[in-house]
């Protein structure tokens, strides 16, 4: 069981209730509270969208930073750096440490997105920032269906045709990708975006859990320790102290992942989901531009296409969703 009736209950009195949502935890049914506020949603809107442009910065310096150094050296020293700057910011505020229960789910988080972070990264390599980015947005229709496995949520014909179109535009970026002259590796980019993504979206049904036990600060601070301990179980056979030149940007990249995240939590906590599920998108455009600005990368009439059909289908699965909507943005890694 991933977390305790006390934790939950511990966590509700703090906080109004609003709304109540039942989930199951294979066999286990845990009840859960939470509210939203219904202040002007201005302020979250704006903040929202800063945080999903830090996000495509640090993709783009962390595509540089896998080129560099390969994806699992950049993923354990951007971790590393991250280790400390969270520490500090966790021991700041000096929380209550949270129940064993909830403890197992941050960590299992955490190794669900180190495999995530690293495909996603290592696909990177290879693939341009934007279609990389269209790609990953196939996770929240896929985890839909996860939904309905793990939590027992019923999928309608609203969100099956969703997915339909979604899958639809994978196939249009794919192809266009892989149609004519393309570099082998290329398809093995592709297929670890992919797989990514399928992670992500389980990744996001673990995300729901914990979101509504802990604070934006506690996720934080349990996942970037889960991440670097699973690099670090692998460093013996695959790190490679990085050159100093690479330090700033992984410090950069750190600093980018954490901030981000606090910015999408706080949005987040402060209006709908549903009006904010739009800006994750410009993800898109942001990628594209630090793609042609820093690499050189065209997006095709293809992969607008796609990405097109991909959005689509995913703000046509919002109107099935009558509870909390998920963050869908792939590179809060």
């Known amino acids: 069981m991933l ?9 509700n009195k703090k906080r109004p209730v609003h709304a109540e949502h039942e989930f199951r935890s294979i066999g286990f049914p845990i009840r859960l509270n939470f509210y939203m506020t219904t202040h002007t ?27 560099e150094l390969g994806a699992y050296n950049a993923m354990l020293w951007r971790t590393g750096c991250g280790v400390l700057i969270v520490t500090f910011l966790y021991l700041l505020k000096r929380p209550a440490w949270p129940p064993w229960a909830t403890i197992r789910l941050h960590f299992w988080r955490g190794v669900v997105i180190s495999a995530t972070a690293f495909l996603f ?33 019923r999928v309608d014909s609203k969100a ?76 013996p056979l695959l790190a490679v102290p990085p050159p100093m030149t690479a330090l700033p940007n992984l ?41 042609w600005l820093i690499y050189a990368e065209e997006v095709t009439v293809l992969t607008l296409l796609g990405t097109a059909l991909i959005v689509a289908g995913c703000l046509l699965a919002l109107g099935q969703q009558s509870g909390a909507v998920d963050h869908v943005e792939t590179t809060a890694l």
């Not at 920032?129 to 269209?134: D, K, N, R, T, V």
């Open 251 to 291: 410090v950069f990249a750190s600093i980018l992942a954490i901030v981000s995240i606090m910015l999408v939590s706080w949005a987040y906590g402060r209006a709908e989901a549903r009006l904010l599920i739009p800006v994750e998108y410009t993800a898109f455009v942001w990628a594209a531009l630090l793609g």
């Open 121 to 153: 990264f290592w696909g990177l390599i290879y693939v341009p920032l934007a279609e990389a980015i269209s790609l990953t947005f196939i996770a929240p229709l896929v985890a839909l269906y996860l939904a309905a496995v793990l939590l027992g949520e």
């Open 160 to 235: 099956i045709l969703a997915s339909i179109i979604g899958l639809c535009g994978a196939v249009v970026v794919v192809a266009g990708k892989l149609s004519g002259e393309y570099d082998e590796d290329v398809g093995k980019g592709i297929g670890a975006i992919l797989v990514s993504a399928i992670l992500y979206a389980y990744n996001l049904i673990l995300q729901r859990r914990q979101a509504l036990i802990a604070k934006p600060v506690e996720v934080v601070f349990f996942q970037t320790i889960a991440i670097f301990v699973t690099y670090l179980l692998l460093a």
């Open 41 to 67: 949603t201005a302020a979250p809107f704006f903040v929202a969208t800063l945080g999903i442009a830090c996000f495509a910065v640090m993709d783009a310096v962390m595509k540089g930073l896998a080129i």
């Open 3 to 11: 977390c305790s009736d006390s934790g939950v209950k511990e966590v």
